[in-house]
């Protein structure tokens, strides 16, 4: 699926099988007035291997009309976020710490390691990541 949507930045232009996405964002012209040639500029070394992968993305749906699921590598970090925004909707649920801990880990490791602290610990650290990205850390990630 391809799409095109006009903002007051220019274009963008959504690539997407549903489970990778490719975005190209135009900076001159229009692609929705017809044919045009893209050019892509690499300029210095910040940030060049993210624009040089989506690079390679871009090339390899083209010639092969299909994402190549080895450029895009799964993200490590997603069950750790996963378990950050559950931690966080339980606090804001009103849940404590101990009943956030149950619903992540489990009854059984929380009555036997809960008077350690160690998980009351984590639980403490998942909500207060999860306030780090909600409060912008989120961005990190878009980049």
């Known amino acids: ?20 996405h490719l975005q190209l964002a135009i900076i001159a ?30 090339c ?10 080895s450029l895009y590598p799964p993200e490590t970090r997603a069950p750790r976020y996963a378990m950050m925004l559950r931690a966080w909707d339980g606090a804001k649920a009103g849940a404590s710490q101990r009943e956030i801990a149950v619903a992540l880990f489990g009854e059984t490791a929380v009555r036997r390691d809960w008077e350690a602290g160690f998980l009351r610990t984590r639980v403490q650290r998942l909500i207060r990541g999860a306030q780090a990205l909600i409060g912008g850390g989120y961005r990190r990630l878009l980049r």
């Open 1 to 20: 699926m391809a799409a095109a949507l006009r903002c007051d930045d220019g274009e963008h232009i959504l690539f997407s099988d549903g489970a990778r």
């Open 29 to 58: 012209g229009s692609v929705l007035d017809g044919p045009v040639r893209l050019r892509y500029s690499l300029a210095g070394f910040r940030g060049v291997e993210a624009k040089a992968l989506t690079l390679n993305r871009l």
């Open 60 to 69: 390899h749906l083209r010639r092969r009309h299909a994402f190549a699921k």
